[in-house]
């Protein structure tokens, strides 16, 4: 099948463009090497809606930023996505280095960052009371946000499915060229496909994608930037109830301290540079940093309740701007490439660039019937329980506590399962419902889980793993496969 | 609103004795609530033998000790609901549940006996740095896939914890077939018990690094190799000791934390130390009518102490249901220190003992040649010798109501350890 | 003269014992608290024992494995062929606690029973 657009890449960017895509009549697909969408830089952030006074004042970035933050509530509303404005700030703790929170200011108000303001010491303590005793101001931005990151990016990719976007997981992009009629083939460990134009949203990958197509003179190199967390019990979830930034250096916006949208505590990341696009392991040194960074700006920080920590690249390019449009001798290949943070932020304003780009230059036309909403897997905590027996006596599945942390039913993994692009991996399941996000980890509904993959999705246990790929979680039968009665 | 006398949190030993002493102290309406989809708890899964030599004098396997109150409880016809899981519990008294069948509802409940039970530390609160690929398992998950689903997580296995757990599935998993290369423990001493080292590990060849840790986790998808490395005195790897093992799985055995998710919601006040509730002479929490057992009330090394315990409160409780506990604030404080890390009991009313009250306690390091002593204020009333104490086990001291009755004015029992 | 060192297992004491030992003879035990050590000790350095606890496969049941128990102690070097026969056996539904799963394992006079019932499903 030809295709008139192939994105590379089902993370918060690929996602976000064919939403934006599946509102024009076209024929589009999503090649994805992972099994599941949100399997890169996009599962691994700091869930922030960032307010944009950071970026450099005219750049791209700075544009998207804080045009995707304005897009957020009616995005997050029509795709039912939790977000919440708890709003941010960046805390000064050295008075030598006041002037640079006015610096900050003023780089916001040129970026049309709304609602700033500069807090005294005193004032800051007043809204935020576990900030470090050494707080002398801080930068307020009341558009800064919390969002949850998975499902940003599912329910964008979910709603660009039901519109008539394909995904093709597990394919692995190899090779790229263009044939005399001005079509592309993207040869992939899964077939080849073609395309008359490709979207490049590959991550941290955008670099080697784009050197597949780009002249000699024109190769990027995206540096993975890995970024170490650690994620703490909704117990102290409310330890601050803004986003508490440090000011930022040249690597980055520092460790910041903020809630989830889910009542956790996020303390992270550092930033690292690293070789292997794929090294997302954590190390002690990088822990131990952002604990001691952390402490520097929040007091009394609960670390004896983390329960978990992980870690995550972001695609940084050495002249830290996004890198959106046509590549020069490519025609038809358009690069959205080097997405770093503020990203998954940016990721709606993106979608529109790109989309908009596109219909431009494709002559795309308006669907007539596109459907703009989506309902995210129901939790039936929000229900009153009237209600809730209601749902339980149509589907007793609802009635079925399976991840006893986060208080999941089967009810809403079922759904997970069985919406469009629906989990196949426990991973996948975790993301749409938080079974097995809570404070065992898994340890009591990975089994659990495992019984209703194998059940519904007809997988044998020795099939189902943890996130695709040789993730498997058991190896094999007891006593030798005997009795194979499963 | 449904209403019982004794409702029961948790259908494992704890509750299972709790609500047989219940029955037997002449209560009617009990009911036990359990989430899983059998009476019996964590001990289903635990088919190795070593339980109830102090309960039944015989050695017994985890289904086989389970299903002796099992039975019990089916022949005193108590009624239980499986597959139901506690939502809420509030200040008043009143349990909410939910299952399939029954949709989501409430119980108004005479007295209430918490027995959740524990949960396994997972890696995530380890802070063990590396990757995050599958192949990582609590010792109790793993036990329950081989024990009760009957897969093998994977054939080359390192242990991370001595706890019993950890040993007991390092000899599961050798059984099974699968070559266990290790298990490194952070401390200098195993959290298991002597038998389990023997057993389950000198048996099979099995080598124990004490004071060692995992300090790296390879594999990008499925695991591959883990890097080990001693730990100084303060629980720091030490560069140069690394030795990296290719493995498949690794098992983590880190400690239990009681899961009182439910307790803390209603207003339980909690111990940082055990990370149960406090509670008094009569297992009784600060709510009063709400009485805790087992290890949701503190980690117990066997489950012969859990029954013992759980007994109490179910007596303890039907007492409560039929206005026999006198009412009274506590009159002596129990204090652990120098060496006790903890006490259950942490408080005493005099009047509500009974002739005699187990105080249970564990230490915070080995000790030999030591001795348990108890002061009543300031004048040593007991001064036991003890061979050898140890962090994984618990110990003991039993109060005399005669004894406590002649100090009137008593304010505190302290609990300590004496090198003399 | 033979000395073994031994970790007692009777109970959760662990004492340390040592066994000394001539020609296979006992010639002295030390270091237990009890009568329960002195046993255990002579018959660990003479004829060591052990339970052996595992599962069987179990075919038409409410759950895929039953787990057993050699209902007595075995020879502590026959472990491996008795989960050999462990391992061979296939259980029908319903088994109850106690029921027979391998005769008389390894010739050694012991049953391995079930420990735990599975109902037909």
């Known amino acids: ?486 | ?420 | 003269m033979e000395k073994r060192e031994l970790t007692c297992i009777g109970c959760p004491m662990g004492c340390a014992i040592t066994v000394e030992l001539e020609n296979g003879e006992v010639l002295s035990v030390t270091g237990n608290t009890c009568k329960i050590g002195e046993n255990y000790a002579k018959n660990e350095v003479t004829h060591p024992e052990r339970t052996v606890t595992s599962t069987a496969v179990i075919l038409g049941g409410d759950k895929p494995r039953v787990s057993v128990k050699t209902k007595s102690n075995i020879p502590k070097d026959k472990i491996a062929d008795v989960m050999k026969e462990i391992d061979a056996a296939v259980m029908k539904a319903p088994i109850h606690i106690g029921d027979v799963v391998v005769k008389n394992v390894c010739e050694t006079g012991v049953d391995v029973v079930a420990t735990r019932n599975v109902e037909a499903l």
């Open chain 1, 1 to 486: 099948m030809l295709y008139d657009v192939i994105i590379i890449g089902a993370g918060v960017s690929g996602s976000a463009i064919a939403r934006e895509l599946s509102k024009y009549e076209a024929n589009v697909c999503v090649l994805e090497k992972c099994e599941d969408v949100c399997e890169g830089t996009s599962k691994a952030n700091s869930a922030i809606v960032h307010a944009g006074f950071d970026a450099a004042a005219g750049s791209l970035m700075a544009k998207l930023n804080v045009r995707g933050n304005e897009m957020m509530d009616d995005l997050c509303r029509d795709l039912d996505i939790p977000f919440k404005r708890n709003g941010s700030m960046v805390v000064c703790i050295h008075k030598e280095a006041l002037p640079g929170l006015q610096d900050l200011y003023d780089r916001g108000v040129k970026n049309g960052v709304k609602g700033l303001k500069i807090l005294t010491r005193q004032e800051a303590l007043e809204m935020e009371p576990n900030l470090s005793d050494n707080v002398e101001g801080a930068l307020y931005a009341p558009t800064g946000g919390i969002i949850c990151p998975f499902k940003l990016c599912i329910a964008m990719a979910e709603n660009a499915n039901v519109n008539g976007v394909d995904f093709r997981f597990n394919t692995k992009v190899e090779n790229i060229v263009k044939d005399e009629d001005g079509l592309w083939h993207i040869r992939t460990n899964n077939g080849e496909y073609v395309s008359r134009y490709v979207v490049n949203a590959a991550g941290v990958y955008s670099g080697v994608i784009h050197n597949m197509v780009s002249k000699p003179d024109d190769k990027i190199e995206i540096i993975p930037r890995r970024g170490d967390y650690c994620l703490l019990d909704k117990e102290v979830g409310n330890h601050v109830s803004h986003t508490i930034f440090p000011q930022p250096t040249n690597l980055g916006k520092g460790v910041l301290v903020s809630p989830t949208v889910h009542g956790n505590l996020i303390v992270g990341p550092t930033a690292i540079d690293i070789d292997d696009k794929e090294g997302t392991n954590t190390t002690a040194d990088g822990i131990n940093d952002l604990i001691a960074k952390a402490n520097d700006h929040v007091k009394n920080l609960p670390m004896r309740k983390v329960i978990t920590s992980f870690a995550g690249l972001r695609a940084h390019e050495a002249r830290h701007e996004f890198i959106i449009g046509e590549v020069d001798g490519a025609p038809h290949f358009i690069d959205c490439a080097a997405i770093e943070s503020p990203g998954l932020t940016s990721s709606p304003a993106i979608g529109e660039m790109v989309g908009n780009m596109l219909k431009d230059m494709m002559g795309l036309t308006s669907k007539a019937n596109w459907i703009s909403t989506r309902k995210d897997v129901m939790n039936p905590e929000n229900l009153s329980v009237e209600e809730r027996n209601e749902l339980i006596k149509k589907n007793p599945a609802y009635g079925n506590i399976i991840c006893r942390c986060e208080s999941i039913s089967e009810g809403e993994i079922l759904d997970a399962i069985h919406r469009p692009l629906g989990a196949r991996s426990l991973d996948g399941v975790k993301r749409r419902t938080r079974a097995g996000m809570g404070r065992c980890q898994a340890g009591f509904c990975s089994p659990k889980t495992m019984e209703i993959l194998h059940r519904e999705l007809g997988l044998k246990y020795e099939e189902i793993t943890k996130s695709g790929g040789r993730s498997n979680i058991v190896m094999e039968r007891t006593k030798n496969q005997k009795g194979g009665e499963q």
């Open chain 2, 1 to 420: 609103m449904l209403n019982y006398d004794i409702v029961i949190v948790g259908g494992g030993p704890a509750g299972l004795a709790a609500a047989v002493a219940a029955r037997n102290a002449g209560v009617d309406k009990i009911l036990i609530l359990e989430r899983d989809k059998e009476l019996g708890g964590i001990l289903n899964q635990c088919i190795h033998n070593g339980f109830g030599l102090h309960t039944f004098k015989e050695e017994l396997t985890g289904p086989e000790y389970a299903y002796r109150f099992i039975e019990k409880v089916l022949n005193a016809k108590i009624e239980y609901k499986l597959n139901t899981m506690v939502m809420d519990i509030s200040n008043d008294r009143v349990v909410t549940a939910m299952s399939r069948e029954d949709g989501m509802y409430q119980i108004k409940a005479g007295a209430v006996i918490l027995a959740m039970g524990c949960r396994e530390r997972p890696r995530g609160a380890l802070n063990i740095p590396g990757y995050r690929p599958a192949g990582i398992f609590s010792a109790g998950t793993a036990q329950r896939l081989v024990n009760i689903e009957g897969y093998m997580p994977g054939r080359e296995v390192v242990i991370l914890g001595s706890g019993d757990i950890g040993l007991i599935m390092a000899r599961r998993m050798t059984l099974e077939g699968a070559k266990v290369k290790v298990v490194a423990e952070l401390m200098p001493y195993s959290g298991g018990l002597k038998r389990n080292i023997v057993q389950c590990l000198d048996d099979f060849g099995i080598p124990l690094k004490l004071s060692h840790t995992v300090v790296d986790i390879e594999g990008k998808e499925h695991l591959t190799a883990v890097t080990i490395a001693a730990v100084d005195n303060k629980g720091k790897p030490i560069p140069g000791t690394e030795e990296r093992y290719t493995c498949d799985t690794l098992l983590l055995s880190c400690g239990l934390i009681p899961e009182n998710e439910l307790s803390r919601n209603a207003g339980v006040e909690m111990s940082p130390i055990t990370s149960g509730p406090v509670v008094n002479e009569s297992l009784e929490t600060n709510i009063p009518g709400v009485f805790a057992c087992g290890n949701v009330l503190h980690v117990h090394d066997l489950v012969d102490y859990v029954s013992e315990e759980a007994d109490r409160a179910g007596q303890n409780a039907a007492k409560f249901v039929k206005g026999e506990l006198s009412e009274g604030a506590a009159d002596i404080e129990i204090v652990a220190t120098e060496g006790a890390r903890y006490t259950v009991p942490s408080t005493i009313n005099v009047d509500r003992m009974d002739d005699k009250l187990t105080v249970r306690f564990r230490v915070g390091a080995v000790y030999k040649d030591s001795f348990v002593s108890v002061y009543f204020d300031d004048e040593r009333v007991m001064h036991n010798k003890k061979r050898i104490m140890a962090p994984g086990e618990m110990e003991q001291v039993i109060l005399l109501k005669d004894k406590l009755a002649e100090k009137p004015g008593l304010k505190k029992i302290t609990v300590k350890i004496e090198n003399e």
